[in-house]
Antibody, heavy 122, light 107 residues
Framework: EVQLLESGGGLVQPGGSLRLSCAAS????????MNWVRQPPGKGLEWVSG????????YYADSLKGQFTISRDNSKNTLYLQINNLRAEDTAVYYC???????????????WGQGTLVTVSS | DIQMTQSPSTLSASVGDRVTITCRAS??????LAWYQQKPGKSPKLLIF???RLESGVPSRFSGRGSGTEFTLTISSLQPDDFATYYC??????????FGQGTKVEI
């Protein structure tokens, strides 16, 4: 059974940083691209970033470049998202999501974690 | 950037109704469109990919059509479990994805 378990969210002051983690199990982690998608409270979904199974190139939404860094450790079956210079508008549930196909990044996502809430407030 | 616009934003329907949600892209995205269902407090669930391909385990009352810039998700006979918010997602751009703003299906 595929499982994705995010952690690392919480309350952070404006200007602060966080590293989110997503622990994966139940599939060949290194074979699949992975993504982060966020959802502000009561609002819609926004793709943030993606990374291929090999962990080579990384990809970001144009509006979010520079603030986020995606990475993965295939030996630990874990995906990460480093978020710097947090602002109130970054308050959201952050989901990790698995690519449906092995060769893609930012394609369709067949499994999602339960999400981790990041709240940016003083 | 590609913009995805869903209509309506909210849809009121009854059990047994045939329901159609529309998603329009600001430019040609061919068939590279997915649909997700999200219930309150839950993560999204993939329903359809590549415009019309049903994800495994998804009931056959869900169907998708379209190409280019206009796409639809149809629920042939609405069931109590289908009351949720539905999102379309474009993935025609290499290494980027864009979601529509969502359509809430309510009683």
């Amino acid at each position: 059974e595929v499982q994705l378990l995010e952690s690392g969210g919480g309350l952070v002051q404006p200007g602060g940083s966080l590293r989110l983690s997503c622990a994966a199990s139940g599939f060949s982690f290194s074979a699949y691209g992975m993504n982060w998608v966020r959802q502000p409270p009561g609002k819609g979904l926004e793709w943030v970033s993606g990374i291929p199974g090999s962990g080579g190139n990384t990809y970001y939404a144009d509006s979010l470049k520079g603030q986020f860094t995606i990475s993965r450790d295939n030996s630990k079956n874990t995906l990460y998202l480093q978020i710097n210079n947090l602002r109130a508008e970054d308050t959201a549930v952050y989901y990790c999501a698995k690519e449906r196909f092995t060769t893609t990044v930012a394609d369709s996502f067949d499994y999602w974690g339960q999400g981790t809430l990041v709240t940016v407030s003083s | 950037d590609i913009q995805m616009t869903q209509s309506p934003s909210t849809l009121s329907a009854s059990v047994g109704d045939r329901v159609t949600i529309t998603c329009r892209a600001s430019q040609n995205i061919h068939i590279w469109l997915a649909w997700y269902q999200q219930k309150p407090g839950k993560s999204p669930k993939l329903l359809i990919f590549e415009t019309s391909r049903l994800e495994s385990g998804v009931p056959s009352r869900f169907s998708g059509r379209g190409s280019g810039t206009e796409f639809t998700l149809t629920i042939s006979s609405l069931q109590p479990d289908d009351f949720a918010t539905y999102y379309c997602q474009d993935y025609s751009s290499l290494y980027a994805a864009t979601f529509g703003q969502g359509t809430k299906v309510e009683i």
